[in-house]
């Protein structure tokens, strides 16, 4: 049985967390790679109970694919945002933490990522980007006049390329 550290966000964005490389990467305590029972766990306990609870469909292909979403919040700092999760073969494969602000909002998260993971290994207009392994972590913006949405994600290459077994092929 995997055991995991659950990084909590005073922890993974107060001063510079050391991350070994073997651990899953993490986000307001989930984890990368983490079985489907842990990840529901968590998100009802941060899910909002007076919004919509923490659904998640099945794949009309396969059982063995899922896309979960809640609103929740953070009790650490009391952020809101969109949480959103593909669960492969029962392992958590994607996580997306989407919110929306200002200007300031994306300058906090970049200085929070920064401090975490270090300098981006890639980076355009809004969008940086950090890897470890095969897990990666994006940062992404996109504005019209004052307003931005702004979205973190995590991913498991591995278990996110295994999607395409259950996926036909089309044929040309």
């Not at 998640?56 to 945002?81: K, V």
């Not at 492969?88 to 970049?110: C, K, N, T, Y």
């Amino acid at each position: 049985m995997r055991t995991f550290t659950i990084l909590t966000l005073p922890l993974l964005f107060g001063a510079p967390a050391l991350r070994s490389q073997s651990l899953p990467l993490a986000y307001r305590g989930f984890v990368l790679a983490a079985p489907y029972g842990e990840f529901t766990a968590r998100a009802r306990l941060l899910a909002e109970p007076q919004t919509t609870p923490l659904v998640c469909n099945t794949s009309r292909r396969t059982a063995q694919l899922m896309e979960c979403g809640a609103p929740i919040r953070d009790p650490a700092d009391s952020a809101r945002f969109y949480l959103a999760a593909y669960v492969l073969e029962g392992q958590v494969a994607f996580l997306s933490f989407g919110d929306s602000g200002s200007a300031p909002l994306v300058e906090r998260l970049q200085r929070d990522l920064e401090g975490h993971f270090g300098r981006p290994h890639a980076s355009r207009a809004g969008m940086w980007e950090w890897r470890s392994g095969r897990e990666v972590v994006r940062l992404t913006w996109r504005g019209r006049g004052p307003a931005r949405w702004v979205y973190v994600a995590l991913w498991d290459e591995p278990l996110m390329n295994r999607i395409a077994r259950y996926v036909p092929r089309r044929r040309h």
